[in-house]
């Protein structure tokens, strides 16, 4: 599913994402430990950072392609954005109030993907098929 359908899917749906649904969402995936990145609660997958939760603890860092950036911003300014500080990094800032939980675990699992490393991909895939 591109970005584009997956925002306008999530449109049609309501619902939000609290920190306790964001952890919930990180710690479902094989090999993600949880740790802290300024001070704030924060994801890693052997030792990459995936995403943190902000200073206002409304908002959470997330690594993602500049071009899905670009889209996701475009499409919803209100729940996706960036601040000066992140413009030169593959990272989008997402508001959690505004994000709907499956749409926050589809961008959590690409961020995830890029870094976890084949093992834990045939792991995830593996309890996937067997759901």
């Known amino acids: 599913m ?11 749906t309501s619902g939000a994402t609290d920190i306790a649904t964001l952890r919930e969402i990180a710690l479902s995936f094989p090999g993600v430990k949880q740790g802290t990145s300024y001070g704030t609660m924060a994801w890693r997958v052997r030792k990459s950072f995936i995403a943190r939760v902000k200073e206002d603890g409304e908002s959470i860092a997330i690594r993602m392609d500049f071009g899905e950036r670009e889209i996701l911003m475009e499409g919803e ?16 800032l997402v508001r959690l109030d505004k994000v ?9 699992s690409n961020a995830w993907r890029k870094h976890a490393g084949k093992r834990l991909i045939e792991q995830l895939d593996r309890g996937r098929a067997k759901s």
């Open 2 to 12: 591109t970005a584009r359908r997956a925002i306008t899917r999530m449109r049609k």
């Open 100 to 108: 709907h939980p499956d749409e926050l675990k589809r961008i959590f």
């Open 77 to 92: 300014p209100g729940t996706f954005f960036i601040t000066d500080h992140y413009r030169n990094y593959p990272m989008v």
